[in-house]
Structure formats: C-alpha cells, structure tokens
C-alpha cells in the first residue's frame, strides 16, 4: 500500500511538472512560446525497410499510411529529434493539434446549434460521452425489448468501468437457435471517436428498421448482430472528456493566442491511444488512470495498444514490447480486460462476420497483418489468408458503398495481434478493420454523418450500406457451413474446439465453444464457421516484389488563383495494386490535387485528393485501381508558381518464388446434451459453403432415460 501510495504521489507530481491539467492561462505570447503543440506529420517511407525503421522509434503512428508515408502524432520535441535523428524526413500536415481541437469543438457546437435533429438515425448531433452510449443501448432495450437487449460484457475494465453492448434480432431475449452473428465493434483506440458513433448508430438504424424496412427485418429473421461501440471505455472517457476542455476561448479572433485573455490547454488525453495499464502486467486502483496517464504527453505512453493485444500472432512485427512505446502489445496474448472481453464474445458465438471500427484513412482492410513475405511462426511465409479471394471480394462491395481503398491490413504498415487476424484465423468468421475518415481522429460532426449515410457520389450508401453488405454476408450459406438434422426438442447442441492458437513465438491454449437451443418440432439448422482453422489450412505463398509498371509526368504552367487543369491519364492494364499520383512544384505555395475516375457518360467520380498545408507537396492515392480514364486535377488554392510537376505511377505486386505448404483438417466436436449431461458426441467435419447433416439418435434414444 505504501509502494502504490508513493507512485500514485509521484505520478501527481509528474501531472504538475508537466503542464499536463486541463487549462493553463498564458500571461505572454512569450509563455506560449515554450509549448511544444502537439502536430499531425507525415513521414516519407519510400521503402519497407523505412516503414520498419519509422516502427522502431516508439513514435505514436496513426493508421493513416500509403505505400511511401506514414503518418505520426508528434507529442514533443523529443518525438521530432527521434525523426532527425534516425534521418526521416516529414510535413507537417496539422501543426498544432490543440488548436485544431478546438476549431474542431467550434465547428461542433455551430452544428448542434443549427440542428434540430440530424439525419442520422438517432437523429444525434454531437458526439456522444460514455454515459451517453450507455443510456442509448439501454433505451433501445426499453422501446424495443423484443428485438434489442443491452449486456454487460464479463470483465470490467482496470478503471473498474462495465463494458455494454447491445444485442439485436428476432426473439433476442431467447436461447441461441442456430442463426449466425455479425459482430460490430468500436474504440479501441481511445481518441477514436467516430468508430463507435457508426456502430451506435448502426444499432439505432436496425431496431428502428426492423418491422418496417424490410431487409433489415429479413436480415434480423436471419441472425443476430452484436454491437460493442466501446471496446476502451477508460481510454475513451479520458479523450472524450479533455476533448471537450480545449476552447483557446472559442478561437477569439482578435486575440488568438498571446495576450492574458486566452486560454492555452494542453490536449491531456484527447488524443490518448492506448487502455488504462497504468503499470505493466498489474493492476492499480480504480480511478487511477489519469493520474498515471500524466506521465507521459497526452498519456500515450502508458497503456496497452489493445489492438495488438489479441492472441493471434501475438508478439510479432508492428506490435512492440516496450510498455511506454503507443503500440505495446501487452504483458502476454490477451492480457487486457477488454480484450478478454472481446475474446469470449466471439469464442461463445457463431459469429460469421466481424467488424471492427477505427480512424482514419478511408480503408477496409483485411487479413493478413504482415506482409505475405515476412517469416512467421512457423518458419514459412506466412502469405495470404486462405480466403483472399473471398475476403477481398466482400471487401470491394463494401468499399463500392463507403468508397473507401479496399486492402490487406499490411499495406499500411506490418501488424500483429489485431481484432481480425485472431478471429479470422481462429473461427474462419470474416473479420474487417474499417479505417474511417480521410484526414483526422475526430473530425467535426458533420463529417461523421456523412460517413455513416454518405456523401457526394456515395450518398445514400456510406457505411449504412458497407454494414448492411457485411450483415448480407453474414447470413449467405456460401461463405460459412450449416450443420443440420434432427434432436430430442429442447436439447442444448454444442460446438466446441480447443486447440494451440499460433503467437510470434510460440502458443495459448484457445477455445471455441457455443451452443443452440434445438426448438419444439426436433429439427435444428445451425449456421456455424467452418472445422478448419484458417491459420492452419493449405496455403500457397508466394513472394512479392512491388514494382513500378509505367510512369507518365505531366508538366503545368503558372495558373491564377482558383483555376483548375485537368490532365487525363488512362489505365489499360488490368490487376493493378496501386496509382499513386504526386504533385510537385519549385516555390513553397499551395496547389491541391484531386484523383477522379471518367465513368462512361462522361460523368467523374471522385478516387483521391490531397489538400495539405501550403508548402507541402501533394500525393495521392488509388488502391487496385481498374482500366479506365482517370482525371488528375491540379488546383491553384494560392500559389504562383510559373510550372509544376504530376506525376503517375502504376505499382504490381510481382511473384519472385512461390511455395505451396500443405494444411491440416481439422473437426468441431458436436455434443447433445440434457440438463448439463452429455448424452451423444459427434466430432463434425464441415468446409465453408458446405452442409452436413449430423445423426443424433443415440441422444434421443435415451432422452427419456435422463431426468
């Protein structure tokens, strides 16, 4: 007690030294001067070997990367030092992260100003607090308790805080009846806030549809869909809460940061990344997050990425082992509460389809973490998920709804321990991360109503359609299997599988376990994924170089203010990785850049744009681009530059050797059981899109025989 008492004195210290409260009043423009504003970069990675170098650092990436940049939140000038020094160059792409935050805060409040009801399906029109989502799923559950039932999920988090999560279907408050589940998650990443908006509204948008809209209803007959909007319910509250203190006295015009009448706030926890782990692989007493928190700038040095804490892969490349760098992975694979919690939701279901929510990027990406090249577990390649194919075919409708790039979790940068690569590889379910939003972690509001409905070419689709799509998915008998037959009425099947789930080094015992109540007329249909493990089936791995195809540069003249060119650039070539399209010119001014796609009535839709600060040069890019004519317009924003430089360049992915590396086959152990007692046992073997049907007579020969 005295141990955790001194840290806890310490760390509050620590708080003070800082500058790390709330607000700060600045008696000088020269006081202002000392603070280092927390800046948004991006990082020229024009190679792996750079992306693995940037890695190394301890920096605090964001998920918004492309094949020759990342970029970073810069939390002071050590973080910049870091840069210098291992010889990476940046832009500055937000300078000032507090300033923005408020700007950010102004803009929300015109907006909830302005609106009555917004279009979303809650109608809500500002982001939302913790207790906020609390008392949302609860209030579904209460309109509608036929269809709608808010849970607590097992474990508390290190703050001491329930976990919710809201279930929705026909006949929800019955048993499990054999329909599959669609799982939705949100904030893992504390300041992460429009991930768990969309799956919030998601669930608002099924219990209003159901009975009305009919494929919502058909889809609710079908399965059942579980909503976590919060995964991090410490680390949100922590961003949410700071996030709301920044005002820099509402960006007063006349005196914006110098004079004694402004405000200067730190952004505390607004941009916090990680959980609650205050000290590594311990527990400490609730509340005592904040004051841990202040020990490093904006808290993103304390804390478990939980989004490398999963199982699967454990341990490997882009997850580190340093408790104070932003991505550390956690004492051991889920050594987190939250994750635990995440690990018995899927473990416990048949869940068909999962996906989870972050920011930003404007991505749907999918398995696998790594690149296909990079040696695993195993001591092979680890390739491609055996679904690629199907995994990436989902993913282009739903990025058809959304317009987000449709890619594998590694073409922004390697990773190991995600949401995905454990329960895809796991239960064979399709698992997504969405990353959401083109340019910022929380933007102003109305940008999250237009993600979540869309907008401009997406309008009426947006991430509303993309969660239908992988609601749709969910219930298709193609990409899952079917166990069906006949039982005594009433009897508990279960499905369970234990096996040794694959770390970067080595093993965890995990465990699948469900189970289904077999309804009055003794039939049962069960929608479950498929025997065989992913991680453990057949694969081809193949080694890839990416390589520039074509090249093609267009030079510009001097432009006036506000003008416009068009260059057209046309595709021929089919199976494309990547068009990336960059803009340079000699003077330090401001052209901007927009990426459209020529559709056949000689109408554009928009595929790209880049908009930086003045001075930085613009790059953007199309993901698997397809044969057509594209439009590159280069926009004078404020320049006066006499010429400029645009750049295409078509990438592949080039085969150099490939291995074919043979699989196991792998069965689920049906049981039939009556009050708790096992009365017949069937190891079951069913592939993807395949049914079985499964002889169960021995248990219903001695039903009657069993009290």
């Keep these: 007690m005295v141990r955790r008492r001194a840290a806890l004195a310490a760390a509050t210290t620590s708080l003070l030294a800082l500058g790390l409260l709330p607000a700060v009043t600045a008696g000088s423009a020269e006081a202002g001067d000392t603070l280092f504003a927390p800046q948004l970069v991006t990082v020229d990675t024009p190679t792996r070997a750079d992306k693995r170098l940037l890695q190394s650092l301890g920096l605090d990436l964001t998920e918004h990367a492309g094949q020759d940049y990342v970029e970073v939140v810069l939390h002071g000038l050590g973080d910049a030092d870091a840069l210098r020094a291992a010889g990476l160059t940046y832009d500055v792409r937000i300078p000032d992260l507090v300033r923005r935050e408020a700007e950010v805060n102004a803009a929300n409040k015109a907006y909830a100003a302005a609106t009555t009801s917004s279009p979303l399906p809650s109608g809500r029109d500002t982001y939302r607090t913790l207790a906020d989502y609390n008392n949302d799923m609860q209030q579904l559950a209460t309109i ?46 504390a300041r992460e806030w429009p991930s768990g908006e969309l799956a919030m509204e998601f669930a608002y948008d099924l219990v209003k549809g159901y009975g009305t809209d009919a494929r919502i209803t058909g889809l609710l007959d079908k ?37 004694t009448t402004s405000v200067l706030v730190t952004p505390g926890n607004t941009y916090k990344r990680k959980n609650c782990r205050v000290v590594d692989g311990q527990d400490t007493p ?105 995994l990436k075919a989902l993913g282009a409708e739903m990025a058809a709804a959304n317009g987000y790039a449709n890619i594998h979790g590694w073409e ?38 237009d993600e979540y409905l869309g907008a401009g070419a997406y309008a009426g689709k947006g ?31 279960r499905l369970r599988k234990q096996f040794a789930s694959p770390t970067w080094s080595g093993s965890f015992q995990d465990t699948l376990d469900s189970t289904m109540k077999v309804g009055t007329n003794g039939k049962y249909t ?26 093609q540069t267009f030079t510009g003249g001097a432009t006036t203010v506000g003008d416009e060119v068009d ?45 930086n600060a003045p001075g ?42 490939s291995t074919e590396v043979p699989g196991l086959i792998e069965a689920w152990t049906l049981t039939c059981e009556k009050n708790g007692q096992a009365l017949q046992t069937v190891p079951v073997i069913v592939d993807r899109g395949q049914q079985v049907k499964v002889d169960l007579s021995q248990c219903a020969s001695r039903w009657r025989s069993v009290r």
């Design 223 to 259: 399965s059942r869909v579980v909503v976590v909007p919060v995964v991090n319910v410490d680390g949100f509250e922590l961003s949410r809460t700071d996030g709301a203190l920044i005002d820099l006295r509402d960006l007063n015009p006349s005196d914006p940061l110098g004079g």
């Design 616 to 657: 930085e040069k613009e790059s953007a890019e199309v993901a698997a681009p397809t044969p057509g004519t594209y439009v590159l317009r280069v926009i004078n924003y404020a320049s006066v530059a006499p010429s400029y430089d645009l750049t295409a360049t078509l990438f592949d992915s080039t085969v150099v050797d």
């Design 144 to 189: 509608r308790p036929a269809i709608a039932k808010r849970f607590a999920l097992p474990h508390p988090s290190l703050d001491g805080r329930t976990v919710y999560g809201i279930e929705i279907g026909r006949d929800v408050r019955a048993a499990e009846d054999g329909r599959p589940t669609f799982v939705l998650l949100g904030v893992h990443h």
């Design 412 to 449: 922004l940068y390697d990773t190991t321990g995600t949401t995905e690569d454990w329960s895809y590889n796991a239960t064979g379910g399709y698992g997504y991360t969405f990353e959401i939003g083109p340019n910022e972690f929380h933007p102003p509001y109305p940008e999250v109503v």
């Design 286 to 390: 609730d509340g005592t997050c904040r004051v841990g928190s202040a020990t490093s700038p904006g808290g993103y040095g304390v804390g478990v990425d939980l989004n490398r804490n999963y199982g699967g892969f454990w341990g490997g490349p882009g997850a580190s082992d340093v408790f104070a760098d932003p991505t550390y992975r956690g004492a051991g694979p889920f050594s987190e509460p939250e994750i635990q919690n995440v690990r018995e939701l899927v473990s416990g279901r048949q869940v068909t389809t999962l996906i989870s929510n972050h920011t930003f990027s404007n991505l749907v990406l999918r398995p696998n973490g790594v690149h296909p090249d990079t040696i695993g577990h195993d001591g092979l390649p680890v390739g491609d998920a055996p679904d690629e194919e199907g």
């Design 463 to 493: 991430n509303r359609e993309a969660y239908l799509v992988a609601l749709e998915n969910t219930v298709n008998t193609a990409t899952h299997s079917v166990i069906t037959g006949k039982a005594p009425a009433g009897a508990t099947l």
């Design 567 to 611: 260059h057209e650039f046309t595709v021929t070539e089919t199976g494309l990785d990547l068009l990336k399209v960059d803009l340079d010119w000699p003077t330090p001014d401001d052209l901007d850049l927009e990426v459209y796609r020529k559709n056949a009535d000689g109408s554009l839709t928009e595929v790209a744009s880049s908009g």
């Design 526 to 551: 069960w929608h479950v994924n498929q025997s065989t493990r992913p991680v453990v089936q057949a694969k081809l791995v193949e080694i890839t170089e990416d390589q520039p195809v074509r090249s």
